[in-house]
């Protein structure tokens, strides 16, 4: 590609997209997007006040936020871990960026996530499991490169670092 491309880091609640994406933005000297927060400021919504109208409406204003992200340059975006429900935001993210699996067990992160924080996960563990079962063969389809977080962050943060020097 002629510009910088972004990349777009994807992957489970709790598995280290936020974390790993504003470190790898300091590193690079890039913008780092939350793609919830930006989603919610765009809507004008909460998170919780989407889903409580319908899946649906959370998943179409997703799928607006992807648009408006991928038409930026040079930026790295953490998505909602139900991003890949929808294989159109793939479709629209990989127009202008490099995708990112950060591929962590679920328990490892139900060891260290605030379970209650999260809309889906607050029925406890065994939902993360079945989140987990459920997406992974979308996690791992969609990306085009697979980041395993299950060594020390510095370590993965440098694996992240080695590969954007590649795109």
Same mark, same amino acid.
Do not use: W
């Given at each position: 590609?002629?510009?910088?491309?972004?990349?777009?880091?994807?992957?489970?609640?709790?598995?280290?997209?936020?974390?790993?994406?504003?470190?790898?933005?300091?590193?690079?000297?890039?913008?780092?997007?939350?793609?919830?927060?930006?989603?919610?400021?765009?809507?004008?919504?909460? $998170?919780?006040?989407?889903?409580?109208?319908? !899946?649906?409406?959370?998943? #179409?204003? =997703?799928?607006? /936020?992807?648009?408006? @992200?991928?038409?930026?340059?040079?930026?790295?975006?953490?998505?909602?871990?139900?991003?890949?429900?929808?294989?159109?935001?793939?479709?629209?993210?990989?127009?202008?960026?490099? $995708?990112?699996?950060?591929?962590?067990?679920? !328990?490892?992160?139900?060891? #260290?996530? =605030?379970?209650? /924080?999260?809309?889906? @996960?607050?029925?406890?563990?065994?939902?993360?499991?079945?989140?987990?079962?459920?997406?992974?063969?979308?996690?791992?389809?969609?990306?085009?490169?697979?980041?395993?977080?299950?060594?020390?962050?510095?370590?993965?943060?440098? !694996?992240?670092?080695?590969?954007?020097?590649?795109?």
């Amino acid at each position: 590609m002629g510009k910088q491309s972004n990349i777009i880091l994807i992957g489970m609640p709790g598995s280290g997209k936020s974390t790993f994406g504003k470190a790898l933005a300091e590193k690079l000297g890039r913008t780092f997007i939350d793609a919830d927060d930006f989603l919610v400021m765009q809507e004008g919504k909460t $998170i919780p006040e989407l889903f409580a109208v319908s !899946e649906d409406c959370f998943r #179409d204003a =997703e799928t607006r /936020t992807a648009k408006t @992200l991928a038409e930026q340059e040079n930026i790295i975006i953490a998505c909602g871990g139900g991003v890949v429900k929808r294989p159109v935001n793939i479709e629209i993210y990989k127009k202008t960026g490099h $995708i990112i699996f950060v591929d962590r067990s679920p !328990e490892r992160i139900a060891n #260290d996530i =605030e379970i209650g /924080t999260r809309p889906l @996960l607050k029925n406890g563990a065994k939902k993360l499991y079945e989140l987990y079962h459920e997406r992974i063969q979308a996690y791992r389809t969609a990306a085009d490169y697979i980041v395993a977080n299950d060594r020390p962050e510095s370590e993965v943060l440098d !694996e992240l670092v080695h590969l954007a020097g590649k795109l």
